[in-house]
């Protein structure tokens, strides 16, 4: 029953404020799924207390779903330690979320909407998170796509912002693609899609193979590859990340729930839930790692250069995604999932911080025109700083704990790939540092490059907005020393319980015996990092221009983010587009109709003119043919019986 | 109540004609008090038939391959009679047709105001007609239905329909025209050979190889048309631009199920071997169907020309179901259908309450409706989605099971078709910004109202159908599973798929290297 509240408490919020939330007013309608899902976050975490303390599993039957030949799935919840997680950062950031939304939207007409869809976002996320079978997990998956392209898209009349929501719509629906792939290759391979059967039997098909487009292939490889496509379209990895960065058109509050904490892990937790498959796919796993490395070091590179708080913030959840499936590649699930869970605290106050910069500078979101803000929000400034000290890893902070532990495991890992992904994980840890300082000295130091009269009215937030950064920033500095000893310590093996592939002497065990100038090099990267934008943003303060200047090349390759989008408009976009109307135009109207009826029809040009002139006297000439017709054959039928 | 229940498909193709026989006689000198009693007596004999419909529905027996309320009387000399009856694969499509009829008969409430008698009487007909056609169990009998039903829709179109409505109607009927020659040629042949015309007895009948394949291509001429497959699909664009809203809701809705259910009422259990055969060129046409129309899709201006190219890319999906020969593939297809019919029918009403209101079918007049038509707007998004096949919807469960399917016989298949999911959200999402989002810049556009009661009626039970196949979709499928498996059972039991999984030897045990053949069971 608790679980069920879980999932459906938000889904009643949603559906309230959906359809009747002009009828009971805006407050009513925030006041509601606000407080469901915050009763929802608290059951969630006396969930994780039973669950991920207590060392037990629960599963709960909703409503049979589909059964059709021998495919059979269920509306159904498989809560273990993994899904008990996923539970407390979903329903705690979204609780915050939805309370911040409240200051945040305060000037907004559409605010029962705006709810509507945060709560509906939550649902969805949640019914990926507990599902216990792929199918289920799909149509969450699908659903906070949903809610997603209806968030991006909140200010329908911006044009920019329904791109935004199309473009992160359709090319997660590529990711689609391979996962729906993914989820036919489990069923033909295991004759299931229910988690519980497929993980029971992945042993036995370590070494089986399956025709795929023609080929016969590792089947483990090919299906961890086809879900590893899925979750790059929702993880934004690269290749399929150019959507996330658009996403940033939607509400700020927006950013911080789905494109940060919760929605963009979910390719994370898909590949973590499927560790005991990727196991047996050490293919897979290599690929995992690399093009994790790849978009830490590639994301991280394009965040140095951008102007508008928010892809500077957009562009590091790409690059800490990144960080996360290297992790997964190396076997480091628990230090994944650890990760993904800090970053959910840390990268949520710095969105929701930098909404409340914009919401102090009325909507201004370029960096270029800010500075100083530091006397007059000073609190957004402090939590910042916290967030900051988080994310680059200084010591006994949340990240310290997580993502040194990524960059360790990659350096113990003796697989092919690992090596690769250690030097780009140092790598982005240095641009990481650069890019976080370069952002608040950029937003809270020097003097004010905003005008006077925006810089003068510039405030703090209502309370609702305070609140939510508070906590968060109490999250970013403790959650990895509480709990750091049972998702990566010693305990972790009992506390995973199954729900991961762990034991006492994996890559974990490695990663806490590398040698020490390794374990010294996040931090030192770190200090650098910071050394560097504090010279580059407070000392020389023309040295950013100078530089870019002397690199141009570089530096336009960077905005212009490795040109991803460009190439992919030009590939993509554009010939689908011409090839719609080639087939239109010369397929259907010139070469099939004009062969087809309008070459009959010009045959019986002559009959037709006149049929025109007679209008619908015409269609009765057909239906009258075709009577007389009808009749032909009743009365050949009739001679045939009357013969036999 | 038992003579009822005996009977009740006759009854309910008695009703609508009844019904029409009143509205034929309703005389009254105000001419609108006449059109208003025309259509509350339609309204109540679709409504009627409807009921009638779940009672079928709640009295299928959904255990038996058998067909059921099966009645037989000798019409036309010895060999051909009235034998009428449903199984699993046809009930609910005689469930779709009765339930879209009340529905269409609102939509053309107000907009239709000329020739009301005979436009009622039209569909009235037509209803009778599609419902014979799902319950004929001899095919003379399913070819009377088949091509008459079509005689009521030229009318609709070519009478109520558009400017270029003389065109469009010529063009279905040449299409059909040629389709039907060629199955009336066959059904000739079928009949001399085994002297009857009784389906399940041909279903039991042995064609001679290359006597199937010939035969198979006769039909095949005339249900491609119907789905319609690429490239006899040129018709339907125009059909469906031309027709009235209610026209283009049946022509959707129902007359392309006909196509679907010709494949599985005929060219399955009578021609298998041929079947199996040319499954290739389906497959072929189906995936060309789906990249091809949803491109066309893309560019489109006109809504409803959009949205019958759409339908052409799904009904693809239905065809690759089909030939799959799978218990995933059939189910799925014939749930695609039914799905279909009431997506992109309610997609045709939406398009019917816009050009009401502003008389153009031309995308870029309308704009920002989200603004002042909100319930339209909500409602209009959601039948998109469905349309984009998303999970907790109806369009998603029959997709999938067509994919899955589809995966299991070959994942080439499964890979092109699947490509269709990424076009398919790509041109609806892209008709929901043009329509729904955005500026509220026309000043016309602006003076729309948003929907009234009338309007409400009719979406209401569309969207919670929509919802209830998706969430659980077992009210529908569960009918369904005995006639389909034992349509495989009989026929294509030796029928082997070509995704094949070999369990290789695994090396930690000393397990022999048996190469275990694992198909779908």
């Known amino acids: 029953m608790m679980y069920k509240l879980i999932v459906f408490l938000p889904l009643i919020g949603f559906l309230i404020a959906g359809m009747f939330g002009r009828r009971i007013g805006d407050k009513a309608s925030q006041l509601l799924t606000a407080s469901l899902v915050s009763v929802a976050a608290i059951l969630s975490w006396m969930a994780f207390a039973e669950i991920a303390l207590s060392g037990n599993k629960a599963h709960v039957h909703v409503l049979d779903w589909v059964s059709s030949g021998t495919l059979n799935f269920s509306w159904a919840f498989k809560i273990d330690t993994l899904t008990a997680v996923m539970l407390v950062v979903v329903n705690s950031v979204s609780a915050l979320v939805h309370w911040y939304s409240m200051g945040y939207m305060h000037e907004d007409p559409d605010k029962p909407r705006f709810f509507a869809y945060l709560s509906l976002f939550t649902f969805a996320m949640l019914m990926l998170v507990t599902s216990d079978n792929l199918v289920q997990m799909f149509f969450g998956w699908e659903g906070v796509g949903l809610a997603s392209y209806l968030l991006i898209g909140f200010w329908f009349k911006k044009p920019s912002a329904n791109a935004a929501a199309i473009k992160a719509f359709v090319v997660n629906r590529v990711g689609d693609f391979g996962f729906a792939l993914g989820i036919y290759a489990v069923f033909v391979l295991f004759g299931s899609v229910e988690f519980d059967v497929i993980f029971a039997n992945a042993a036995d098909f370590q070494n089986a193979t399956m025709t795929f487009l023609g080929h016969e292939y590792h089947a483990l490889t090919v299906i961890c590859l086809l879900l590893f496509v899925g979750a790059m379209g929702k993880s934004a990895q690269l290749g399929l990340h150019t959507w996330l960065p658009d996403a940033m058109e939607g509400p700020t509050p927006v950013s911080a729930l789905i494109h940060a904490a919760t929605m963009v892990t979910a390719g994370v937790f898909l590949v973590a839930r499927f560790s005991p498959v990727f196991q047996y796919a050490p293919d897979a796993l290599v690929v995992v790692t690399v093009i994790g490395a790849a978009t830490a070091f590639f994301a991280a590179s394009v965040g140095l250069v951008q102007n508008d708080i928010k892809r500077v913030i957009a562009y590091s959840t790409c690059s800490q995604l990144g960080y996360m499936f290297f992790a997964l590649g190396v076997g480091a699930y628990g230090g994944a999932v650890f990760h993904l869970f800090t970053h959910a605290f840390f990268k949520a106050l710095l969105f929701l911080g930098a909404g409340s910069v914009i919401h102090a500078m009325h909507h201004e979101q370029d960096m270029r025109n800010m500075g100083g803000l530091l006397k007059k929000i000073p609190l957004t400034a402090a939590v910042m700083f916290i967030g900051n000290l988080a994310i680059t890893g200084f010591p006994f902070l949340s990240g310290f704990y997580s993502k040194d532990m990524i960059i360790e495991a990659a350096y113990a890992s003796h697989a092919p790939g690992a090596e690769f992904a250690f030097v780009m994980g140092v790598a982005a840890a240095l641009m990481t540092s650069f890019y976080s300082w370069r952002l608040w000295f950029m937003t809270f130091m020097g003097e004010t490059r905003a005008d006077h009269h925006t810089y003068d009215h510039a405030h703090e937030g209502p309370w609702t907005i305070r609140f939510p950064l508070i906590v968060l920033a109490v999250g970013a500095v403790f959650a990895g020393m509480v709990f750091h000893g049972a998702f990566i310590g010693d305990n972790r093996v009992a506390f995973w319980n199954g729900a991961l592939v762990t034991s006492a002497h994996d890559i974990m065990t490695e990663a806490h015996h590398v040698p020490f100038i390794v374990k010294a090099m996040p931090f030192v990267v770190m200090v650098l990092g910071a050394v560097l934008a504090m010279w580059f943003y407070l000392r020389k303060t023309d040295l950013p221009q100078r530089t870019a200047e002397m690199w141009d090349g570089l530096y336009a390759f960077l905005l212009n983010k490795w040109y991803f989008d460009e190439l992919y408009n030009f590939i993509f976009v554009r010939p689908a587009f011409w090839l719609g109307g080639f087939f239109w135009k010369r397929g259907d109207e010139q070469t099939i109709d004009g062969f087809g009826p309008n070459g009959v029809s010009h045959a019986v040009a002559v009959i037709a003119a006149k049929a025109r002139k007679l209008q619908s006297g015409y269609v009765y000439h057909y239906a009258f043919a075709m009577i007389i017709g009808l009749a032909l054959v009743v009365t050949w039928f009739m001679a045939q019986s009357g013969g036999h | ?521």
């Open chain 2, 1 to 521: 109540m038992n003579f009822l229940i005996h009977n009740l498909l006759s009854l309910m193709m008695l009703v609508p004609l009844i019904g029409a026989g009143f509205v034929l006689i309703v005389r009254h000198q105000d001419k609108e008090i006449e059109k208003r009693n025309i259509r509350w007596v339609t309204l109540l004999a679709t409504l009627f038939t409807f009921v009638l419909s779940i009672v079928l529905w709640g009295l299928f027996d959904g255990s038996t391959a058998d067909f059921q309320f099966v009645e037989k009387y000798e019409w036309i000399g010895n060999s051909i009679s009235y034998h009428v009856g449903v199984d699993g694969i046809s009930m609910l499509f005689v469930v779709l047709t009765a339930f879209l009829m009340p529905i269409v008969v609102l939509a053309s409430w107000e907009s239709v105001e000329t020739r009301v008698k005979e436009y009622m009487i039209a569909f009235l007909l037509l209803e009778t007609l599609m419902i014979g056609v799902f319950s004929a169990l001899d095919i003379f009998l399913f070819y009377v239905f088949f091509e008459g039903g079509l005689i009521p829709m030229y009318l609709i179109i070519g009478v109520w329909g558009g400017l270029n409505r003389i065109y469009a109607s010529f063009k279905f009927f040449l299409y059909t025209l040629l389709g039907s020659v060629l199955m009336l040629v066959a059904v000739f042949y079928m009949f001399i050979e085994t002297g009857t015309t009784d389906i399940p007895m041909l279903m039991n009948h042995h064609f001679d190889a290359d006597v199937q394949n010939l035969l198979w291509l006769a039909f095949f001429a005339s249900f491609a048309v119907k789905m319609p497959m690429w490239p006899v699909h040129t018709w339907l664009p125009d059909a469906h631009v031309q027709a009235p809203t209610a026209g283009s809701v049946i022509l959707a809705g129902v007359l392309l199920k006909m196509g679907g259910y010709g494949f599985l009422r005929f060219s399955l259990p009578m021609f298998p071997e041929a079947t199996m055969h040319f499954a290739w060129l389906v497959f072929a046409l189906s995936i060309i169907a789906i990249v091809y129309t949803s491109l066309v899709a893309l560019v489109q201006n006109d809504i409803k020309k959009l949205i019958a190219y759409s339908s052409v890319a799904h009904m693809g999906f239905v065809t690759i179901g089909i030939f799959v020969l799978n218990a995933n593939g059939i189910e799925g297809a014939i749930f695609t259908m039914l799905s279909h019919g009431i997506v992109s029918g309610a997609l045709f009403l939406c398009v019917g309450v816009i050009y009401d209101r502003l008389h153009t079918r031309e995308i870029s007049r309308y704009g920002g409706l989200s603004i002042n038509m909100k319930i339209y707007a909500t409602i209009f998004v959601i039948f998109s989605m469905a349309s984009v096949g998303l999970p907790g919807m109806s369009g998603f469960v029959g997709e999938f099971l067509v994919l899955n399917g589809a995966y299991t016989y070959d994942s080439w298949i499964a890979f092109f078709a699947t490509t269709g999911v990424v076009l398919g959200a790509a041109y609806m999402l892209y008709l929901v910004r043009r329509l729904v989002f955005g500026e509220l810049d026309k000043d016309d556009v602006k003076a729309m109202p948003d929907l009234n009661l009338r309007e409400k009626i009719i979406f209401v039970p569309l969207v919670a159908v929509v919802f209830w196949m998706g969430i659980y979709p077992n009210s529908f499928l569960d009918p369904i599973h005995a006639s389909v498996q034992n349509l495989i059972d009989t026929k294509f039991s030796a029928f082997e798929n070509q995704t094949v999984v070999n369990v290789g030897p695994v090396e930690e045990t000393e397990a022999p290297a048996a190469e275990a053949h694992h198909d779908a069971h």
